[in-house]
Nanobody, 121 residues
Framework: QVQLVESGGGLVQPGGSLRLSCAAS????????MGWYRQAPGKQREFVAG???????NYADSVKGRFTISRDNAKNTVYLQMNSLQPEDTAVYYC???????????????WGQGTQVTVSS
């Protein structure tokens, strides 16, 4: 069992930045790849970024160059640094624990409760 708790969401103006955090507990954090997903109103949940156990990363095309995923295994935490935010980035952001191979992240069964990110002037 893995418990995931996201934090760091909020309201930000276009062009601004936010850093999301996802704290994991209940299992050995370092054995899992971790990922971020988002779901905007009326849309399906979509992949944002993933990171392997050893720090390899991949991103959705829509966030490449603007978002950075990282992890601190000592703190059992994964981060999502979001820069140059745009209104289309508005969504609930979810943390996921999964797997990573051949350069891609694969969704696992454990999800956090989500944190709201709103980009608006």
């Amino acid at each position: 069992q893995v418990q995931l708790v996201e934090s760091g969401g909020g309201l930000v103006q276009p062009g601004g930045s936010l850093r999301l955090s996802c704290a994991a507990s209940g299992s050995i954090f370092s054995i899992y790849a971790m990922g971020w997903y988002r779901q905007a109103p009326g849309k399906q949940r979509e992949f944002v970024a993933g990171i392997s156990r050893v720090g390899s990363t991949n991103y959705a095309d829509s966030v490449k160059g603007r978002f950075t995923i990282s992890r601190d295994n000592a703190k059992n935490t994964v981060y999502l640094q979001m820069n140059s935010l745009q209104p289309e980035d508005t969504a609930v952001y979810y943390c996921n624990s999964g797997s990573y191979y051949s350069g891609s992240y694969y969704t696992g069964n454990y999800w956090g409760q989500g944190t709201q990110v709103t980009v608006s002037s």
